[in-house]
């Protein structure tokens, strides 16, 4: 099969969270997202939650008017957030869970669960021309409910398979890539574009990006936090790197 260029969106969420912790204007999460895209980043992606706890709606604004690179918006499934959407018209928006007491998302969105929901969100954001994805689960049978739905894209949820790398759980890192792997596959095979992301790493990273239906990852929290030791920028590189360096064991 011919393996596709893997596109890096990098999440520049916790930016503002650094921000936000002293209620300023610094650092600022525009800027982030201009050095990301010099340094190699392909989009930029930014959770707008609904406690506003990092993003805020000025911060999609700019972004939306400054970049000339995708805006990834995303958001959950409220008649607040499908507005706002709606009204800014990014590249694309990630429909996820949210919870207002977890610390990040958590998990995919239930989407066999919640399809009486989802699917007129998904058909108002098509047509406003927004590309749409659903932060899932790697199972077969979320693929095939997702197809169903009519969204173009599924991230798949990788926060398990890093949970197991960092607790150095082999049987348990192999049993969530081959979930991985089967889920791309399948997913791919019914006509879906398959993304990934969560928690991935310098570490982490090499695997994901070597299955060869996954076209883009998403990654924030881990580079945001190494940019305290060694610049945004060189962060954005040597994940660049890294995921090369997978991607050529895909071929």
């Avoid at 706002?84 to 207002?100: D, F, M, N, Q």
């Avoid at 927004?130 to 798949?156: C, K, N, Q, T, Y």
Wanted: aromatic residues 2%; negative net charge; glycine residues 8%.
């Amino acid at each position: 099969m011919t393996v596709s260029p893997l596109r890096l969106g990098v999440n520049i969420d916790h930016v503002a969270t650094v921000r936000n912790a002293r209620g300023g204007l610094y650092p600022d999460p525009i800027r982030a997202a201009h050095m990301a895209v010099l340094a190699g980043a392909d989009g930029i992606t930014a959770h707008l939650r609904e406690d506003r706890r990092h993003i805020r709606d000025l911060d999609m604004e700019r972004l939306k008017r400054q970049l000339f690179v995708p805006l990834n918006m995303e958001m959950a499934t409220t008649p607040e957030m499908i507005g706002l959407a709606l009204s800014l018209r990014p590249h694309a928006a990630c429909l996820v869970p949210e919870k207002r007491e977890e610390r990040t998302t958590e998990g995919g969105l239930d989407i066999i669960g919640g399809h009486e929901t989802l699917r007129p969100a998904i058909r108002q954001l098509k047509e406003a021309g927004i590309r749409v994805s659903l932060f899932v689960e790697p199972e077969v049978e979320v693929m095939m409910a997702a197809h169903d739905l009519g969204a173009p894209v599924v991230e798949l949820h990788t926060g398990t398979y890093c949970e197991a790398a960092l607790a150095a759980d082999e049987a348990h890192v192999s049993h969530e890539l081959e979930r991985l792997r089967r889920a791309a596959a399948h997913g791919a095979s019914l006509g879906l574009e398959i993304h990934a992301g969560h928690g991935l790493t310098f570490d982490t990273v090499g695997p994901i990006a070597a299955i060869p239906q996954i076209a883009e990852l998403n990654i924030g929290h881990f580079l945001i936090a190494e940019a305290i030791f060694m610049g945004l920028d060189e962060a954005v590189r040597t994940m660049r790197a890294a995921m090369d360096a997978g991607r050529v064991r895909a071929i």
